[in-house]
């Protein structure tokens, strides 16, 4: 399981203040040595996390910005002396703002111009059931009962939504060949979630949900207990959201049936999730889109006009990946202080924005449709 199990179990052999190889994370800034030693015994209570295990990332690499992880909705509490300046820093949000969520898909208006190269589209946010702890803090038990929850939600899926469990344990061959094919299975084998304890007891209670018609997804206990995952080919932005309102309050509707329980929503962080810098919408809004013009214009001027429309490009292999010829994985910028409506505003607009210029682009720089 990697060095991040037996480094950090149950905090063990880290009384000391620990050495932060990620020198430039928040975590280094905002873990002080009069922290630790007022915070490194404690034990939160849904998880039996520490504060040894909730900075594993920044202790052992030296590559992090954030560097931090909650196992449970208490760390947040807990430890809100370290985890409350992290997230003002990195979301850019005052001590005392609350977040709204809103997901009612009547108040978009317009969406992505029919005639924009769009290839896809893709929205996904998380969700934690409360009562269980997150990823990295899960008890075994818990990660188990929460794919016994789902299980039952998932069975009483209708319509659209209705569609298959596959269970990681014992999953045939050609189920998981198929799953690979289509980009839907997620492996272990990542350091970072490895040294985050969110890979203990792998593969057991963990898989994946998806509608007949492959456009709605849920992966069961990966991060986050729920990653939530609308998506269809083309741009119709707008109904890809739709599909994905619906399916989070089937979701919501069938585990409170089941069990009373609900979502974890903060009214500070908005939806909880084990990495921070996913609090509040936990959303993430794209489209997979052709930007020639921008290409030729020169991809860092296509950086900072996406900044100017709290958007982010990626190349289309993902985060780190190099971008392709000239597709872009666009999406929105923000996470948090901003509700789900209005991300998915915002990405509407800045990518017609985008696509009209890359139009007047073109013919500046003698592109041929």
Excluded at 207 to 212: E, M, R
Aim: negative net charge; proline residues 3%.
């Amino acid at each position: 399981m990697g060095c991040g199990s037996s480094q950090v179990s149950g905090g063990a052999g880290l009384s000391s203040f620990p050495v932060i190889k990620s020198q430039h994370s928040l975590v280094a800034k905002h873990v002080t040595k009069e922290k630790w030693d007022k915070l490194h015994e404690h034990k939160t209570a849904t998880a039996g996390f520490t504060l040894a295990k909730a900075i594993a990332c920044a202790v052992e690499f030296d590559n992090q910005h954030c560097g931090i992880y909650a196992g449970d909705w208490d760390s947040y509490k807990d430890f809100a002396e370290v985890f409350d300046p992290i997230i003002q820093e990195y979301h850019g949000i005052s001590a005392d703002a609350k977040h709204t969520s809103d997901m009612d898909f009547s108040k978009i208006t317009g969406n992505v111009n029919p005639e924009a190269p769009v290839h896809s589209t893709r929205i996904r946010v998380g969700r934690s059931i409360d009562g269980f702890g997150l990823s990295p803090g899960i008890t075994k038990e818990q990660r188990v009962g929460v794919e016994d929850l789902m299980k039952k939600a998932f069975g009483k899926f209708e319509g659209e939504l209705a569609g298959e469990y596959f269970p990681l344990t014992g999953m045939d061959e050609a189920v998981r060949q198929q799953l690979v094919d289509d980009h839907f299975l997620f492996m272990s084998g990542d350091r970072n979630l490895q040294v985050a304890g969110m890979e203990r007891d792998w593969p057991e209670g963990r898989g994946i949900f998806h509608n007949k018609e492959k456009t709605f997804l849920v992966w069961v206990n990966e991060e986050d207990q729920l990653r939530i995952i609308s998506m269809e080919k083309k741009g119709d932005v707008l109904g890809v959201f739709k599909r994905l309102a619906s399916g989070i309050e089937a979701v919501r509707n069938t585990v409170k049936e089941e069990s009373g329980k609900d979502f974890m929503l903060d009214e500070k962080y908005g939806y909880v999730h084990s990495c921070p810098t996913n609090l509040g919408t936990g959303m993430r809004a794209s489209v997979h889109i052709d930007l020639p013009g921008w290409t030729a214009h020169g991809v860092d001027k296509l950086k900072a006009r996406c900044e100017e429309l709290a958007l982010q490009p990626r190349g289309t292999r993902g985060e780190s990946g190099g971008q392709t010829g000239h597709t872009y994985d666009i999406s929105n910028k923000h996470r948090l202080g901003y509700s789900e409506v209005q991300l998915v505003q915002t990405m509407i607009n800045g990518v017609n924005k985008l696509y009209e210029e890359d139009v007047e682009l073109q013919k500046k720089h003698n592109i041929s449709a």
